[in-house]
DNA sequence: ATCTCACATTAGAACCGTTCCAAATCGAGA
DNA sequence: TCTCGATTTGGAACGGTTCTAATGTGAGAT
């Protein structure tokens, strides 16, 4: 697994490392879409003596090389998302927890149509509560 | 029109004064959405000895009176929108400027069917370049 | 008209997330 | 084993925002 992290890494233009590695195996498996701050808290406990500097500076490193996503969705600090494919958002307004949305479980008609703009990108950004899970 | 102002203050239970008569003006009537920091010089020009406190106080107490909504939308800072009706936005990636895009000129299917999720709010966040305006 | 008190304003300090910096360390290839 | 470029590091710096404590102001009571 350690060499499947590995071999992603270097297959983006990352030259792995011992701090790569660490920050690798928490943030490109999470759906929790973390702030660099819980990044480094989470990376620490496996890894206590990595720097707040590494983490920012391999989070830009990830988000350059295509591993991950910057998303400004809430205010204060930006959150990572290692899906990089379409998809949208939702953010649950009681806890700040900040959902996965499939892209194709939404419909967005007419954006091609827009006067004026040219659309390279877009997704729908939803906000509410999550529905408690019913009991199984 | 100074009249009017001070009567959508009230109206809304802001208790108008010139600081805030000032910010006001420029803020509910802009479609730039401006940072904070961006009112502060925009008001100052006008109303030189105000201070930033007195800026982010105000823009915080519009907030809550309802006159304004934050829109996280950019990395870095909030911007402030005096439109609070249902609308989404378009970002120009090349200079940055925020655009309103009329609910209507986009249609969103099937947010009402999402499994797992209570929708109180959403939006479209588009990214792409401003056609240029042909000429006229 | 005056007083008073709650509220508004202010400058600057504090705070938080992020980037910058310069020094120390590491490790891949010679 | 050596060398040199890349990585990591702690701490300083920075930008945006909030906090604090002191001062100023105006609306309503008298």
New binding site residues.
């Given amino acids: 697994m350690a060499q499947k992290l590995m071999a992603l890494l270097s297959g983006h233009g990352?030259?792995?490392?011992?701090?790569?590695a660490a920050v690798a195996k928490y943030v490109l498996a999470t759906d929790e879409h973390p702030?660099?701050?819980r990044v480094f808290s989470v990376v620490r406990e496996s890894?206590p003596?990595?720097?707040?500097?590494?983490?920012?500076?391999?989070?830009?490193?990830f988000v350059e090389k295509g591993l991950l996503r910057q998303q400004a969705l809430t205010?204060?600090?930006?959150?990572y998302d290692p899906n990089t494919a379409r998809h949208h958002h939702f953010i649950d307004e009681t806890t700040g927890a900040i959902h996965d949305v499939p892209w194709e479980s939404v419909e967005v008609c007419n954006i091609e149509a827009l006067e004026g703009f040219d659309v390279t990108d877009y997704q729908v950004v939803m906000r509410g509560r999550k529905r408690r899970r019913r009991r199984s």
Same sequence: chains 1, 2.
């Fill in positions: 990352v030259q792995p490392s011992a701090q790569r702030t660099a701050d890894f003596w990595i720097s707040r500097a590494t983490v920012y500076n391999t989070l830009n490193l205010q204060g600090s930006v959150v």
